[in-house]
């Protein structure tokens, strides 16, 4: 496992920090109080590693900024990229991503799995109501069930998956 940005919010927002202070964090940390694995939880997540380096193949959360070496990538990059520029509309990370790894990451939502030489989507939006997906890596085969629920109703993902 991997740290992802919203493991990340958890303990900022119990110190007080109002950045991450979302109705979903405030939940997620009631939830976790609620059964008893609060504190726990805090330390599992604090033992997640940012990055897998598997030779040929890395996992991150979000993605690796291309051009940076893999060993100066930025713990808000593996956490939160999406466009190289932090705009909406900007860049997406991958389309321009040549590194030397094959990056298998999540945190942006696809209706099916993202598959480039050089970097492979697999967050299906379970979340949403869509799917869970890994890939086996010697394989290379994509492997998805589907959500029960729908978790989450968001405005601008919804269209995914109706």
């Given amino acids: 496992m991997i740290l992802g940005n919203n493991e990340d919010k958890l303990r900022p927002t119990l110190d007080g920090d109002p950045t991450y202070a979302t109705p979903a964090v405030l939940e997620t940390i009631r939830?976790?109080?609620?059964?008893?694995?609060?504190e726990a939880s805090l330390a599992l997540f604090d033992g997640f590693p940012l990055l897998l380096d598997l030779g040929d193949v890395v996992v991150a959360h979000a993605g690796l900024r291309p051009?940076?070496?893999?060993?100066?990538?930025?713990?808000?990059?593996?956490?939160?990229?999406?466009?190289?520029?932090?705009?909406?509309?900007?860049?997406?990370?991958?389309?321009?991503?040549?590194?030397?790894?094959?990056?298998?990451f999540g945190h942006h939502v696809f209706r099916d799995p993202l598959c480039l030489p050089k970097a492979i989507g697999i967050d299906t939006g379970?979340?949403?109501?869509?799917?869970?997906?890994?890939?086996?890596?010697?394989?290379?085969?994509?492997?998805?069930?589907?959500?029960?629920?729908?978790?989450?109703?968001?405005?601008g993902k919804a269209y995914l998956f109706e």
């Fill in 31 to 38: 939830q976790l109080s609620d059964a008893g694995i609060l």
């Fill in 67 to 104: 051009g940076v070496p893999l060993s100066e990538q930025s713990r808000v990059d593996l956490l939160k990229i999406k466009t190289i520029n932090g705009q909406p509309d900007g860049a997406m990370w991958w389309e321009s991503y040549d590194g030397r790894e094959k990056v298998v």
């Fill in 126 to 155: 379970c979340v949403y109501g869509g799917r869970l997906t890994a890939i086996t890596l010697e394989s290379g085969v994509f492997t998805s069930v589907r959500a029960r629920a729908t978790y989450y109703r968001h405005p």
